[in-house]
């Protein structure tokens, strides 16, 4: 490595002098030795799952002459999604609405032969209830054979599906732990580059809180070929950031 692409690789590493009394110390903050160097090195740890849970959104748009008749229409069809889900072994702590909604249509503004459009008032020409839950579908295999019973059922508007973990603690310990053995490489690369050794850790920062990246891979399997649905679930990329800050010294 060049000096050139050396002084670079090290733009974060200052030498820090002799700590005073007038310097002001945070609690987060650790005195280093004079002479001594600090290195800060961004990480990024990953681990890969197959998806456990996948959650979805399903519910039924009426529209009616009134706002009641929109909304019965609606609430019969309703009900007809929510006994389809519990005929699909869909727990009531993984349903929860999300939307319930009732808006007016109006008439669409006449057009001209000029082009222009009438400057006649719109008027309410009908009424658009709408009621959205949203599902967490815990076995997969089921999914494509849920959604078909949804829209039989009545559902006529369905998003989805986001993957992820039920539980996704022991992945996210995984991440956090590839982390920081990258940023201990980079940092003893960096230390012999520069003929300094790595003295210890003197603070690690998971950026912004801990925030999961999750990303639906190539798929990796089919779900229930034999469903009218298929789906695949493909896996998941769980990312974690750290900043990691170094003492290095001759």
Do not use: C
């Amino acid at each position: 490595m060049t000096s050139k692409t050396l002084a670079g690789a090290l733009a974060l590493a200052l030498p820090l002098a002799a700590p005073s009394a007038a310097s002001a110390q945070t609690a987060a903050s650790v005195l280093m030795e004079q002479g001594h160097t600090l290195l800060a090195i961004d990480a990024q740890g990953t681990s890969t799952r197959e998806p456990d849970m996948a959650t979805f959104s399903a519910g039924v748009t009426t529209r009616g002459q009134t706002a009641s008749a929109a909304l019965a229409e609606n609430a019969a069809r309703m009900n007809s999604v929510f006994a389809a889900l519990k005929r699909a072994g869909i727990a009531g702590k993984d349903i929860q609405t999300r939307n319930l909604s009732i808006n007016p249509v109006y008439s669409q503004p006449v057009r001209q032969p000029d082009g222009s459009y009438s400057d006649d008032q719109r008027r309410i020409i009908a009424y658009e209830a709408s009621n959205q839950v949203s599902v967490r579908q815990r076995k997969l295999d089921d999914y494509g054979k849920v959604i078909d019973a949804l829209v039989s059922a009545g559902a006529n508007q369905v998003n989805g599906p986001d993957f992820t973990l039920s539980q996704p603690e022991a992945a996210e310990d995984e991440a956090r732990t590839a982390a920081v053995k990258e940023a201990r490489r980079r940092a003893d690369l960096y230390a012999q580059a520069a003929g300094l050794h790595v003295v210890r850790i003197l603070s690690i920062t998971e950026s912004g809180g801990y925030s999961p990246q999750i990303m639906v891979a190539a798929a990796k399997r089919m779900m229930a070929e034999a469903a009218p649905s298929p789906v695949a679930a493909g896996e998941l990329d769980i990312k974690v950031n750290l900043n990691v800050r170094f003492e290095l010294a001759p």
